[in-house]
């Protein structure tokens, strides 16, 4: 139910856009997350958007390069991803819930996109 794009190949010190939808407007999102998994690693998160107060939630290797934004009325979160460095490659996964959880919180997600490649070559 989750549409993820905006991956790519890009070289160390670029940007990136990632965008993610859902695919019908059946249920209203509490919050929305982005998170990742390099090969052979854990799943992390990466950052987080809870609706009712428009907050936001970064993980330490995504702050003050990363910006979460999004449109509640559409279920819809964006992250923009600036100054991108070879340890970001990973596939990127765009999440919901319905329900209140913590930010980082990755079993209180009931919702998941496919996931997107991002490669970032040194």
């Known amino acids: 139910q989750l549409q993820a794009s905006g991956g790519g190949l890009v070289q160390a010190g670029g940007s990136l856009r990632l965008s993610c939808a859902a695919s019908?407007?059946?249920?209203?999102?509490?919050?929305m997350a982005w998170f990742r998994q390099a090969p052979g690693k854990e799943r992390e998160f990466v950052a987080g958007?809870?609706?009712?107060?428009?907050?936001?939630d970064y993980a330490d290797s995504a702050k003050g390069r990363f910006t979460i934004s999004g449109d509640r009325s559409k279920n819809s979160v964006s992250l923009q991803m600036d100054s991108l460095i070879p340890e970001d490659t990973a596939v990127y996964y765009c999440?919901?819930?319905?329900?209140?959880?913590?930010?980082?919180?990755?079993?209180?997600?009931?919702?998941w996109g496919q996931g997107t490649q991002v490669t970032v070559s040194s």
């Open positions: 019908e407007d059946t249920f209203s999102t509490y919050r």
């Open positions: 958007i809870r609706w009712s107060v428009y907050s936001t």
């Open positions: 999440a919901a819930t319905v329900r209140p959880t913590y930010a980082s919180n990755m079993r209180g997600y009931e919702y």
